[in-house]
C-alpha cells in the first residue's frame, strides 16, 4: 500500500470533480444555479467529517462493525428511493415529457439496488435477518417524508436539488469510500459493492442531470427552488448520518 | 484610509538547491535514499529551492536572521526612513524560540526603537493574519508604515536526525510512512517583507489593499498538517504530554505531519471560498488580471485550475503566475517571496491598474485566505 499515490496522483469523488458533459452549454440561469449547489454540496461535503461514523473514515478508526451499521441504516432509503423518483416522473405534465423520460429511466436503474446492498451486508459478517428487520432511522423517516411531499407536488423541479446531492454522494461513495473502507476493515469488495457500483453508474446519472438542468432552470425562482431543496436534502441526509450513530447503542 | 504596498524584500538561504542535491543537504536517514523522494519531487516540479542548514544539517542562519534580512532589504528599497515604522508584525510556523514571540526577537535583530508588534503562529496563513492585523492597524491610523514579515525555516524539521531520532515512531514501524515524509520534499527556507504605507511610493509600482479575507474550517475538518503529536488516532498526547522532550521525539510527536488522503478537502474549501466572494460580489474572475495562487506542488495547481473552471469561475492560466519552481515551497513565507518577484520579474508585464488577486491556502486545519489589490503609481 502506498498511500500518497492518492493525494498525488488525486482521485475524484463529488460533483465538482464531474465536469459538465462536453456539448452541454449551461444556460446562464443553470450556470448561477450550478455555482449555487458547487457550495451547497462542498458545505455537505464538509459538514459530513463532523458525521462521527465518517469522521473514523478520514481517522482511520473506522471497522467492519462501523460498515454494518452504515449498510443497515441506508438500506431504507435506497428502497424508499426509487419510490419518490417514480412519483417524480409521475407529477410532471405533459410539457414536461422529456424530464419524465429521463427520471423514468433512472428509477429502472436504481429501484433494486438495495438487494446489492443486503449481500454487502451479509458479506460484511452481518445476519440478513437484522437488515430485513431494520426500520428507517429518524433522519431517513424526515428525509423520505419530505422527498413524497416534494414530488407530490406538480413539476417538482425543485428535486434536482436532492438528486445532486444524492448522487453526488453516490459518486463520493464509490471514489473516497469504498477502497478505503476495505483497507482500514480488511473486508472485502464483495462488501462494498453498492458503493462502488453506485458510483460508476452515478457519473451518467450526473450527464443526465446537467441536460435537464438546463432545461428546466430557467430563471430565478427555478433556481431558488433547486436550491433550497438542495439545502433541505443535504441537511435531512446528514441527520440520517448522525442517526445511524444510535443504532451502535 | 487607504493603504499601500510600497516596498518588498526577500532573503533566500544559501545557493539554489537542484532536486538532485536536496537529498545531501537534508540527509539520508540512516544513510539510505528515500524511495519517495523522486515520485514527490516529480508531482511538485520544484526544481530549486534554498535551505538555511548545510550538507551537515548545521543551522547557517536562524529564523530571525532571515526575516531581518528580507525586512533590511525590504526597507533599503523603501523612500520611508525606518523611524516611520510604528509596527512590525511577524509570520512563522515556528519561530527560533518557542517563546517569547517571534517579532520580540526580530525587532530587537532590527533594532527598531518602541514599535508595536505582533506574532502571528499558523502555517502558511499566517503571513496573510499578519498582513491583514496590520493593514487594519493602519486603517485605524494609528502608524503611518508598518513592517510585515514572513519566515520560515522549515528544513530544521526536515533533518535526517529527526527521522533518525524518531524510533518509536509510525516512520520507524512502517517501511513507507508517507505522512511523515511528504513534506520533507515539498519544504524549504526563506523569507518576505512587505512595507505597509498610506501613500504609494513616490517612484515606481505600489499595491493597493483592496480587501483581504479568511475562511477557516476547524471546526468541521480535522486535522491535515502538524507538528505535536504522533499521527495515531487513537493516541491524543502531544509533545508537552510525554514525560520527556526525549520521549515525544522518539515516538515522532515532533516530526511535521501530513495527511495526504485530506489534502483534496483543501482544495474543496478553497474553491468554496472563491465561489462564496463571487456570489457576494466581491470579486468577478472576469476583472483579475493577474493570480498569485500559492499551492504546494504543481499537481495541485492543476486540480485547483481544474474545479476553478468547473464551478464556471475559472482564471485563464495565462493570468497565473508564480515562482514556486525556483524558489520553492516556503509555507508563509511564499506569497511576499512570490509578490516581491511579481514586481519585478520580466516574465510578465504589470501596469498601473492591473487587479491581482491572491489564494492563500492552508492545509494544517483547513483556512483559506484570498487577498486582492490594485496595482497603482503616484
Known sequence: MNDGEIAIEGGSNGPIEESVPE??????HAQVCLQQLLRVWLGF???????????????????AEDHQVFLRNIRQQVIEGSRWITRTASSFDRNHGEIRSTIISHAVDEHRDYEMLEKDYVASGGVLEDILAMEKNIGSEALHGFL????????????????????????KMATSWSDRIQELTGLGEDSTSFMAYHGH????????????????????????????????????????????????? | ??????????????????????????????????????????????????????????????????????????????????????????????????????????????????????????????????????????????????????????SRLLKKQRYEAATTSTFAAKRIDFSTEFLRWMLSDGAGALLLQNKPAPKGLSLRIDWIRGFSHAHALPTCMSVGSAGRPEDTRTWQDYDTYAEAEQDGALLLRQDVRLLDNLMRMGVDGYLRLVEEGVSQPNDVDHFLCHYSSHHFRNKILEMLNKAGVGIPEEKWWTNLYTRGNTGCASLFIMLDEFLRTDEITVNEGDRVLCFVPESGRFNTTYLHFTVVSQ
Request: proline content about 4%; some cysteine; charged content about 25%.
Open chain 1, 23 to 28: 456539448g452541454i452549454v449551461l444556460n446562464e
Open chain 1, 45 to 63: 461535503e464538509r459538514d459530513l467529517s463532523k458525521v462521527p461514523l465518517l469522521r473514523r473514515i478520514d481517522l482511520g478508526t473506522y471497522t
Open chain 1, 148 to 171: 413524497m411531499h416534494q414530488s407530490s407536488q406538480p413539476n417538482p423541479i425543485d428535486l434536482l436539488g436532492a438528486m445532486w446531492i444524492i448522487e453526488g454522494l453516490g459518486e
Open chain 1, 201 to 249: 453508474n452515478d457519473s451518467e446519472h450526473m450527464e443526465r442531470f446537467y441536460a435537464t438542468l438546463d432545461s428546466v432552470c430557467v430563471n430565478e425562482t427555478a433556481i431558488k427552488r433547486i436550491v433550497k431543496t438542495a439545502k433541505v436534502v443535504a441537511r435531512l441526509y446528514r441527520l440520517q448520518l448522525e442517526e445511524m450513530e444510535h443504532d451502535l447503542n
Open chain 2, 1 to 154: 484610509m487607504s493603504v499601500y504596498i510600497t516596498s518588498t524584500g526577500r532573503f533566500l538561504p544559501g545557493p539554489a538547491i537542484s532536486v538532485d542535491q536536496v537529498e545531501n543537504v537534508l540527509g539520508a536517514v540512516h544513510g539510505k535514499p528515500s524511495s519517495l523522494r523522486v515520485q514527490i519531487q516529480k508531482a511538485n516540479k520544484i526544481q530549486t529551492r534554498h535551505y538555511a542548514i548545510d550538507e551537515r544539517q548545521q543551522t547557517t542562519h536562524s529564523n530571525t536572521e532571515m526575516a531581518a534580512k528580507a525586512a533590511e532589504e525590504c526597507l533599503d528599497r523603501a523612500f520611508v526612513g525606518r523611524e516611520k515604522v510604528g509596527m512590525l508584525a511577524v509570520a512563522s510556523t515556528q519561530g527560533d524560540l518557542p517563546a517569547p514571540g517571534m517579532a520580540s526577537m526580530v525587532q530587537a535583530e532590527l533594532d527598531l526603537p518602541e514599535i508595536e508588534i505582533l506574532t502571528t503562529h499558523g502555517i502558511c496563513s499566517s503571513s496573510i493574519m499578519a498582513l491583514k492585523a496590520a493593514w487594519n492597524s493602519m486603517r485605524l491610523e494609528e502608524h503611518e508604515a508598518a513592517l510585515v514579515l514572513s519566515s520560515e525555516l522549515a
